[in-house]
């Protein structure tokens, strides 16, 4: 058989098996979405038991996770480029699984911080390695799918794995009689997170079924040119992206604070119990997701001929400005049904507006230093955002001798991330269709100057 039938019999069996791939992937995201769900339910028999302020708890939940997930990233993704990517892919859930584990058999927040970031540690790889591994098991319009089964089933996925946490977290109790006699004492938060650990012990050995995909060689004469390339370009469109970083990464600040407090606020405000919380965090998400996702695709089918190019960076700036009128309406919540209400109503303006973030990026940025203007962005995104759960735990500490005072840093810092979202990003406007053209040139005669 010739290299050239060879090529043609791969593509035929590709594509049972690369969606295969696509499916534990998706199992995988699924999975490693759960660990702060969880323990956003049990913030409060956690922080009694441990002896914690809202402030530790917003360390936990946010910092300490999303550090070490920006950290790990590149080495991890230097790995999977180099070795097999589900071995790599392995070690990462087997790290994640393990450091779950710990968390529930910490003593102290020493210890819960230390396992708590080693659970970011292993959560790092996924999303680089899923991204390297797509274009590698798909080509065309099929890889374009993949992706956005991929976007959609994690968006969608969030609300019904806070759902299931909110069920693991009432169940546990039932099944202590299976649990060994040493763990059958321990508090339900400890029970729950041990729980949640155990189905890493199959998602590793069957991420090793998995087929290793051919890699594409592609000559590249000097390596070292593409990476040089990508700071010329930022500095000479540098309004543009610092416009467009600063202001997504408030976004994710202020959703960091209003999902990560959230099921706290209705728990210890409300009188809501956890089943009731998640079941409602979950159904806020689930809608949201999908109302904004109806929104955003007959948005741009409505206005891509109105708003040509601009449409992204109007898009985000939109989300920014509804969001933060969401954000204040929030505080006017009192039953637990009022509150998820604003949860939901918010997550859907975010939701709307974010949802060409992708497009934004990918179309200001040439092909050539395409992935590392969009690492950027990620890697800024996760290190602002895990702050916004830090800094509501420390406002509401301040705020304890009000009844209402986690209710009201939680939306109030919130409004004030998205208001600077706002403000931030209203220079793009006047940059981002220039930067595109600029892109697009780039593309086409790569040796002309990026100014």
């Given at each position: 058989?010739?290299?050239?039938?060879?090529?043609?019999?791969?593509?035929?069996?590709a594509?049972?098996?690369a969606?295969?791939?696509?499916?534990?992937?998706?199992?995988?995201a699924?999975?490693?979405m759960?660990?702060?769900?969880?323990?956003?339910?049990?913030?409060e028999?956690?922080?009694?038991?441990?002896?914690?302020?809202?402030?530790?708890?917003?360390?936990?939940?946010?910092?300490s996770?999303?550090?070490?997930?920006?950290?790990?990233?590149?080495?991890?993704?230097?790995l999977?480029?180099?070795?097999?990517?589900?071995?790599?892919l392995?070690a990462?859930?087997?790290?994640w699984?393990?450091?779950?584990a710990l968390?529930?058999l910490?003593?102290?927040?020493?210890?819960?911080?230390i396992?708590?970031?080693?659970?970011?540690a292993?959560e790092?790889?996924?999303?680089?390695?899923s991204?390297?591994?797509i274009?590698?098991?798909f080509?065309?319009a099929q890889?374009?799918?993949?992706?956005?089964?991929?976007?959609?089933?994690?968006r969608?996925?969030?609300?019904?794995?806070?759902?299931?946490?909110?069920?693991l977290?009432?169940?546990?109790?039932?099944w202590?009689?299976g649990?060994?006699?040493?763990?059958?004492?321990l508090?339900a938060?400890?029970?729950?997170?041990?729980a949640?650990?155990?189905?890493?012990?199959?998602?590793?050995?069957?991420?090793?079924?998995?087929?290793?995909?051919?890699?594409?060689q592609?000559?590249?004469?000097n390596?070292?040119?593409?990476r040089?390339?990508?700071?010329?370009?930022?500095?000479?469109?540098?309004?543009?992206?610092?416009?467009?970083?600063?202001?997504?990464a408030?976004?994710?600040?202020?959703?960091?604070?209003?999902?990560?407090?959230?099921?706290?606020?209705?728990?210890?405000q409300?009188a809501?119990?956890?089943?009731?919380?998640?079941?409602?965090?979950?159904?806020?998400?689930?809608?949201?997701?999908?109302?904004?996702?109806?929104?955003a695709?007959?948005?741009?089918?409505?206005?891509?001929?109105?708003?040509?190019?601009?449409?992204?960076?109007?898009?985000?700036?939109?989300?920014?400005i509804?969001?933060?009128?969401?954000?204040?309406?929030?505080?006017?919540?009192?039953?637990?049904?009022?509150?998820?209400?604003?949860?939901?109503?918010?997550?859907?303006?975010?939701?709307a507006?974010?949802?060409?973030?992708?497009?934004?990026?990918?179309?200001?940025?040439?092909a050539?230093?395409?992935?590392?203007?969009?690492?950027?962005?990620?890697?800024?995104n996760?290190?602002?955002?895990s702050l916004?759960?830090?800094?509501?735990?420390?406002?509401?500490?301040?705020l304890?001798?009000?009844?209402?005072?986690?209710l009201?840093?939680?939306?109030?810092?919130?409004?004030?991330?998205?208001?600077?979202?706002?403000?931030?990003?209203?220079p793009?406007?006047?940059?981002?269709?220039?930067?595109?053209?600029?892109?697009?040139?780039?593309?086409?005669?790569?040796?002309?100057?990026?100014?």
């Amino acid at each position: 058989m010739t290299a050239h039938e060879q090529a043609d019999a791969a593509r035929e069996v590709a594509p049972t098996l690369a969606w295969w791939t696509v499916l534990v992937l998706m199992m995988l995201a699924l999975y490693t979405m759960a660990d702060r769900p969880m323990l956003n339910l049990q913030v409060e028999p956690l922080r009694k038991d441990l002896g914690l302020s809202d402030f530790q708890i917003g360390l936990v939940q946010g910092v300490s996770v999303a550090l070490f997930t920006a950290f790990f990233g590149y080495p991890i993704a230097w790995l999977a480029d180099r070795f097999d990517r589900r071995i790599v892919l392995a070690a990462s859930i087997a790290v994640w699984s393990t450091a779950l584990a710990l968390m529930g058999l910490a003593r102290n927040f020493e210890e819960l911080f230390i396992a708590s970031a080693f659970v970011g540690a292993g959560e790092a790889g996924l999303v680089p390695i899923s991204l390297a591994m797509i274009p590698e098991l798909f080509r065309g319009a099929q890889r374009h799918l993949a992706n956005s089964v991929m976007l959609l089933a994690g968006r969608l996925g969030v609300g019904v794995i806070v759902a299931l946490c909110g069920w693991l977290l009432v169940s546990v109790d039932g099944w202590r009689a299976g649990f060994p006699d040493a763990l059958q004492a321990l508090p339900a938060w400890r029970l729950a997170l041990l729980a949640l650990a155990l189905p890493g012990a199959i998602l590793v050995p069957l991420l090793l079924t998995l087929p290793r995909p051919a890699r594409q060689q592609q000559a590249t004469p000097n390596p070292a040119a593409p990476r040089a390339a990508v700071l010329p370009y930022l500095r000479a469109h540098r309004l543009a992206f610092a416009s467009f970083y600063s202001g997504v990464a408030c976004l994710a600040f202020g959703v960091g604070c209003i999902l990560n407090f959230a099921p706290a606020v209705a728990m210890r405000q409300m009188a809501a119990t956890p089943l009731q919380a998640g079941n409602g965090m979950g159904a806020a998400t689930i809608a949201a997701t999908v109302v904004g996702f109806v929104i955003a695709q007959l948005g741009y089918r409505q206005f891509a001929s109105r708003l040509g190019a601009n449409l992204p960076a109007k898009a985000l700036l939109a989300a920014a400005i509804l969001s933060a009128v969401m954000a204040a309406a929030i505080t006017l919540a009192r039953t637990p049904a009022q509150l998820f209400l604003g949860v939901g109503t918010f997550l859907t303006m975010v939701m709307a507006g974010t949802l060409l973030f992708p497009l934004a990026l990918q179309e200001m940025a040439p092909a050539s230093v395409r992935g590392r203007t969009i690492a950027i962005s990620v890697t800024l995104n996760i290190v602002v955002g895990s702050l916004g759960p830090a800094v509501v735990g420390a406002v509401s500490d301040q705020l304890k001798g009000q009844p209402d005072g986690l209710l009201l840093a939680m939306a109030g810092t919130g409004f004030v991330a998205m208001v600077a979202s706002s403000v931030l990003l209203i220079p793009l406007l006047g940059r981002y269709e220039a930067t595109v053209v600029a892109a697009r040139r780039q593309e086409e005669y790569p040796d002309a100057r990026t100014g």
